[in-house]
């Protein structure tokens, strides 16, 4: 299984249990981590999310809306 199978299953499980606001979070929240999309889920490493976890410091964005993608990242 790959993250994006991941994402689409967790995905499709939260469509009729959360408010169609939160469903946009998630769309927008997703896009910084299509990284992984390929990744199978036992191939990833500390180091794949270190590595990831600096590029996201380099983005112009916000600290919260980093914080928000990270903890999204967790929720999967």
Not at 5 to 17: A, I, P, R, S, V
Request: charged share 35%.
């Amino acid at each position: 299984m790959t993250f994006k199978d991941l994402y689409d299953e967790f995905f499709e499980y939260k469509q009729d249990k959360v408010k169609h606001t939160t469903i946009k979070t998630y769309i927008v929240n997703s896009k910084p981590l299509e990284v992984f999309w390929n990744l199978k889920i036992r191939d990833f490493t500390v180091q794949h999310y270190i590595k990831w976890r600096v590029d996201m410091a380099k983005r112009d964005l916000a600290l919260k809306t980093k914080n928000d993608i990270t903890n999204s990242l967790k929720s999967y």
